[in-house]
């Protein structure tokens, strides 16, 4: 038995399931997951010592490498002055006025420690703000574990989600209308109906929890029209694309402001770091200015902002998003060439440092067209991938991710290996719809 088995056999006994977040689990891939002794630069190391080329980066975060150095002595210098005291530092406020001068949108912000959580503190807010209850969000967009988020669509175009998950009170999602993505239709005929009572439209502007899906500019734009129009607030849900597609975002190269924007991920360099921000208008309705209510013991964390700021500062560097475009896209293309000539049907698409690549002949648009991918290869590719030493996500449906350390010479190891793993698959003729 592997390392690997015998810790998970162990950890199922005191973890449910064996892992603090399900996608680890290797659930949708099947197979032992693999834990992770140490990691550095584009490189992990599991528990068997066997080294992998990681495409995940802790699902975003680890965008200047795992364990950079800048980072981790300015983590070990802040860890010296003390881990945490509830009352305010300068360090918050140096985190927030670099955020606010990088996203377009955001004149002031609060700090809190998980995605879920900035979520959920933006719904409210929206709430709060609009005196509204009812939201929209698209179907497979993911907004964190929020209750009224765990939301599938309902029988019709306007009626309200039923839950996701089990311990959801079906009345937590009354309130939640879910519609297809890059559809501008649905929406236009929802606001038509409803409009007056809608109190937010949230969405992923890239949508990076249904692998990788571009919103369409007119989608964006019709969305930000509409709740312009309606006095409803549009929310970008950034946590993934923030600092990880360009250094403010999809917005700053969209064009679109939104009125509250999430983030999460990269701003924590890879400690617990996540937030909301928004104009001053609406963020003053928070507490201790506003009537809505919002706190957090161990939002800002200095040791966790430390991480944050210092990989925004790398991130700031001449050229660094336009590197990640360059590896990620040769990445991509490669993979979808090596395909091409083994006859297999592939497509991807890629921007900054994350990433899409699907066994489908054209681009997907929406959920229902994800959906249609092939997981029997997905499943076989990524377990090829796995034993040659290349850590793609385990699921056709996440997005993945590289980092500044994943230079050229990497991108050429990888595409060495994705050749003879291809080269097996049509060989093997395993799935007869592989091509
Ligand atoms: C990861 C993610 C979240 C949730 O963040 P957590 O820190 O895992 O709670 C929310 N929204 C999007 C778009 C995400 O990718």
């Not at 002031?108 to 005196?131: C, N």
């Not at 969000?137 to 306007?158: N, P, R």
């Not at 019709?222 to 409803?232: F, I, M, P, Q, V």
């Not at 991920?265 to 996540?274: N, S």
Request: aromatic content about 8%; proline content about 4%.
């Amino acid at each position: 038995m592997s390392l690997n088995e015998e810790l998970f056999n162990r950890a199922k006994k005191s973890i449910p399931g064996g892992v603090n977040s399900p996608v680890r689990a290797f659930n949708a891939v099947g197979g032992i997951p693999r834990f992770v002794k140490r990691a550095n630069g584009p490189y992990f190391w599991d528990a068997n010592s066997k080294k992998y080329i990681d495409y995940i980066g802790s699902w975003g975060p680890a965008i200047v490498g795992h364990a950079n150095p800048e980072v981790i002595e300015a983590v070990q210098k802040s860890a010296h002055n003390g881990l945490s005291f509830g009352a305010p530092t300068e360090l918050e406020i140096l985190m927030a006025e670099e955020i606010c001068k990088l996203v377009p949108s955001i004149e002031q912000l609060r700090l809190v420690s998980s995605g879920t959580e900035a979520v959920m503190s933006a719904l409210r807010l929206s709430r709060g703000y609009t005196k509204r209850d009812i939201m929209i969000k698209f179907e497979g967009c993911y907004h964190g574990h929020v209750d009224a988020m765990l939301v599938k669509a309902g029988s019709g175009l306007s009626t309200f989600g039923k839950p996701s998950s089990s311990g959801v009170p079906k009345n937590f999602s009354s309130h939640t209308i879910v519609l297809e993505y890059n559809n501008s239709e649905f929406l236009e005929k929802t606001f038509k109906e409803i409009g007056s009572s809608i109190a937010c439209v949230i969405l992923e502007p890239i949508a990076g929890n249904m692998n990788f899906i571009r919103g369409k500019d007119e989608f964006l734009k019709t969305a930000r029209d509409l709740c312009t129009k309606y006095g409803s607030t549009l929310i970008f849900d950034e946590v993934m694309t923030g600092f990880r597609v360009a250094k403010g975002g999809v917005q700053s190269i969209q064009n679109i402001i939104p009125d509250i924007t999430v983030l999460g991920k990269v701003i924590g360099g890879g400690l617990p770091v996540a937030a909301f921000g928004s104009r001053k208008e609406i963020m003053s309705c928070l507490s201790p200015e506003g009537p809505i209510y919002q706190a957090g013991t161990l939002s800002g964390n200095p040791v966790a902002v430390t991480a944050g700021l210092t990989t925004l500062k790398i991130l700031q560097k001449p050229n660094f998003f336009e590197n990640l475009s360059k590896n990620s896209n040769k990445l991509v293309r490669g993979i979808v060439e090596i395909a091409k000539e083994k006859n297999i049907k592939m497509c991807g698409d890629s921007l900054g440092g994350m990433f899409g690549i699907f066994f489908l002949e054209s681009l997907p648009t929406n959920y229902s067209q994800i959906i249609k991918f092939n997981n029997a290869n997905f499943n076989k590719f990524f377990h090829l991938m796995l034993d040659e030493g290349v850590y793609f996500a385990p699921s056709a449906f996440e997005a993945g991710f590289i980092s500044s350390d994943h230079n050229e010479i990497i991108i050429d190891e990888t595409l060495k290996k994705v050749k003879n793993v291809l080269e097996k698959m049509s060989k093997e003729n395993l799935s007869t719809n592989l091509t």
